[in-house]
């Protein structure tokens, strides 16, 4: 894989024109949780994308743990309706993997860009128990995108296994932990078809953050790792091929109350955090591209967006405020923290999407890079 093209120029309507303007291809966010359907009180197709957009994303990739999940024809139906009307960058879908759903699995699979597997509790309904049915969605998926898998801890080591043993791509989420980034090492040195991610919040935040953010607020699947985990997946760079949000919105009062359900919002961060590591010298410009555009593009296997590019302020400090995000959520693990580069226009398929703060394009705008034919 070739790195994409950085072009630095400056831009003449940018007031100071002693201020460079970097120019970056369209990143693509293979995992983010839009809550539509079920709960759009905590974010929807249209908040999420516009959320997508000011961070410089113009193609999301969407979790079917919603309410209901995302694991027949009608209710993957349901969410492309809401996002063929409200999105306003492209997206794809994920199917959820069931104990019931095994057969229709790989009918379904040229509608979406990839199955999802829950191996571990997170928030939503769905979990993997059964190891036979497990072996049968390995056994069926078909070939073409690979199987995104939550499988933290032990259930890692069951994925790879399988993985291995049914010549299957498997795609690791938000992996965490030392233990965890090794098993991937590994498995990639012994040829087993595996790419993973890894969170901007795992990467920036540790166990040792736990009282500062508070019960509710820390509250994450999977959760905040030891100092000596986060510097193991630095220093595993070149084993991570995608930087992954997991946009995870839930309401501030939700974080605040009795029980405050696992997840950060992370869009309109992202980009802030990585770059800011480019500023300090641990991440290459290139390194950044790679994990953020062109492995989540190949990976997915997703069409190219032409006319794509994002134009960022990379001399921008800004101070981050939950309140101000685009993002229904309201809040940010990071609330406060100064971060280097900011997004100032987005190009999309040749249009201007989004301009200082400002989406310019129309909700229904964003579209499906999997599955675009009407459905019957
Ligand atoms: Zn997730």
């Known amino acids: ?11 003449p309507r940018d007031w100071d024109s002693s201020r460079s303007m970097l120019e970056l291809p369209g990143l693509i966010d293979p995992h983010v949780h839009l809550r539509e359907p079920g709960g759009t009180h905590k974010e929807d ?23 209901p999940p995302l694991t027949d024809l009608a209710n993957l139906e349901l969410a492309r309706s809401a996002a063929r009307t409200k999105a306003r960058c492209d997206y794809g879908l994920f199917l959820g993997a069931g104990e019931g759903n095994i057969a229709a699995a790989s009918e379904l699979a040229p509608r979406v860009c990839g199955l999802k597997v829950y191996m571990d509790h997170t928030y939503g309904p769905l979990r993997m128990q059964s190891l036979p049915a497990l072996i049968e969605h390995f056994t069926n998926w078909p070939g073409s995108r690979p199987i995104a898998c939550h499988a933290e801890g032990h259930s890692l080591a069951v ?11 498997v795609h690791i989420c938000h992996v965490s932990l030392a233990v965890e980034i090794d098993l991937i090492r590994r498995a990639k040195e ?62 501030l009062q939700e974080k605040n109350g009795d029980k405050p359900p696992p997840g950060y919002p992370g869009l309109e961060t992202a980009l802030g955090l990585m770059l800011s590591a480019v500023h300090e010298g641990r991440l290459s410009m290139d390194d950044l591209v790679l994990r953020m555009h062109t492995n989540p593009q190949h990976i997915f296997n997703l069409p190219p ?72």
């Open 159 to 169: 994925v790879l296994t399988l993985a291995h043993l049914f010549d299957r791509r």
């Open 45 to 67: 197709f249209g908040t999420g994308t516009i959320a997508a957009l000011a961070g410089g994303f113009t193609a999301v990739l969407a979790m079917p743990n919603t309410q």
């Open 305 to 376: 967006q032409p006319n794509t590019r994002i134009e960022v302020d990379q001399d921008h400090v800004w101070e981050v405020r939950g309140v101000e995000f685009h993002s229904r959520s309201g809040w940010s693990p990071f609330e406060g923290m100064k971060l280097r580069g900011r997004v100032r226009r987005v190009h999309l398929r040749g249009q201007l999407v989004y301009e200082d703060g400002q989406a310019l394009a129309p909700p229904g705008y964003g579209r499906d890079l999997i599955f675009t034919s009407v459905p019957a």
């Open 190 to 251: 012994r040829g087993t078809q595996v790419t993973c991610e890894v969170t901007p919040h795992h990467l920036y935040l540790s166990d040792s953050d736990l009282p500062s953010l508070g019960t509710g607020r820390s509250e994450v699947r999977p959760r905040l790792a030891s100092a000596g985990d986060v510097a193991a997946l630095w220093e595993s760079l070149d084993v991570i091929d995608c930087f992954a949000t997991d946009h995870a919105p839930h309401t």
């Open 1 to 11: 894989m070739s790195p994409a093209v950085l072009v630095v120029r400056t831009d």
